[in-house]
């Protein structure tokens, strides 16, 4: 398929910001697993983020495609810098396609006023895929919920200006999940929010992940998405929209992965020749590039097909199982290309490495 000049312009306005601004302070961010503020404040200015909002609320616009080729380039750069950004999509998504026009406007529209974060609140400490083993609680009380329960593993959890919260609003353990959840949109101030310490993980290090508590923090009615008992429904749509961007991201990885092995294979020399001239190298590099290739695939058919209008939970689950899986051999192969300089952490694929192993968790 040949790109729209539109989608051309998008991919490259976020290679050059990756290669620019992200790449040069990647390993730092790594290392003092900060918060990359400044790289999230550029991206809101250049139009990387929140590419989903509707232009009704001040946003772009855009579709799954074009979040995608944004979401590679990005992740080219850092997977760590690219999730915070990714995070926000996924926060959106429940309000974007579930969220009466009041709903949008209020909290897509700030989103596009300035650079601010949002979160998707739905993992728990005993629920992460099994959505329907959550725990947490909603009691409507008058015109309010009164919501109780732990949420882990929150991407954005402590910068976040709001969160989309999924809980049980049905009390009967028996019914079903179809009916038994409710998404809320909470504000992040509201009291009764207890917010925990930065988890330090593997990799992806600068991106915030926390557990949230939340205590009988009262929500108005106007915030539930929908109506109550239609949480579970809009929880798994918005992942048919946000899983491409998610293989996406580990094809970005992959190709980072795949171009620095190719690089070091042409400069380094054994037995008198470069070590891209040796067999065993030269196939294992074919063997990443193909690999790569056939991701991007995977998450671009995903993308077009809800972009078309079409259910793509089967492509899109294919296309993040995939690219999960490829990214951590290419990242393991890149580290071998490597030698011992891929064990150590002056060079770039050992941090490549502990950052792709998310996409299989």
């Given amino acids: 398929i040949e790109l729209t000049a539109e989608q051309k312009e998008f991919q490259a306005t976020a290679r050059k910001f990756a290669a620019e601004e992200i790449i040069p302070v990647a390993a730092q961010y790594d290392r003092t697993g900060e918060y990359p503020l400044p790289l ?43 999730t915070a950004i990714e995070a ?67 991407t954005n959890g402590g910068k976040a200006n709001w969160y989309f919260l999924l809980a049980r609003t049905n009390p009967d353990p028996k019914a079903p999940a179809s009916k038994a959840f409710t998404g809320f949109i909470v504000e992040a101030d509201s009291p009764g929010i207890q917010i925990g310490r930065k988890e330090i993980n593997m990799g992806q290090r ?27 429904k809009i929880a798994m749509g918005a992942f048919d929209k946000t899983r491409p961007p998610v293989a996406a991201g580990a094809v970005g990885l992959a190709k980072r992965a795949l171009d620095e092995a190719t690089r070091y294979a042409l400069e380094r020399k054994t037995f008198g020749k470069a070590i891209v001239e040796h067999q065993a190298v030269s196939f294992l590099l074919a ?26 939970t089967y492509y899109a689950s294919i296309a993040k199982a995939f690219a999960g899986d490829i990214a951590n051999q290419v990242a393991t192969d890149a580290v071998q290309i490597f030698g011992g300089n891929g064990f150590n952490t002056e060079y770039p694929v050992e941090k490549l490495l502990r950052d792709a192993k998310i996409y299989q968790v």
């Avoid at 539930?224 to 008992?229: D, K, P």
């Avoid at 809800?306 to 793509?312: H, L, M, S």
């Fill in 40 to 82: 999230i404040k550029r991206a809101w200015e250049l139009g990387l983020m929140n590419a989903h909002i509707p232009e009704s609320c001040g946003g772009l616009g855009l579709g799954s495609f074009e979040a995608c080729l944004i979401t590679e380039e990005l992740a080219y750069g850092c997977t760590g810098v690219q």
């Fill in 206 to 232: 600068c991106s915030d992940t926390r557990g949230i508590v939340f205590e009988d923090v009262r929500v108005p009615k106007e915030n539930v998405l929908m109506a109550e008992g239609a949480g579970f």
């Fill in 287 to 312: 063997e990443m590039a193909m690999k790569v290739e056939l991701a991007r695939m995977a998450y671009q058919r995903a993308a077009w097909e809800v972009d078309a209008g079409r259910r793509n």
């Fill in 88 to 154: 926000n999509s996924l926060g959106q998504m429940p309000v974007i396609i579930a969220g009466n026009e009041h709903q949008q406007k209020k909290y897509l529209g700030r989103m596009t006023e300035e650079p601010m974060m949002c979160a998707y609140c739905v993992t728990e400490p005993g629920a992460g895929s099994d959505v329907a083993g959550i725990k947490t609680k909603a009691e409507k009380k008058g015109d309010e919920y009164v919501i109780n329960g732990q949420k882990m593993w929150i």
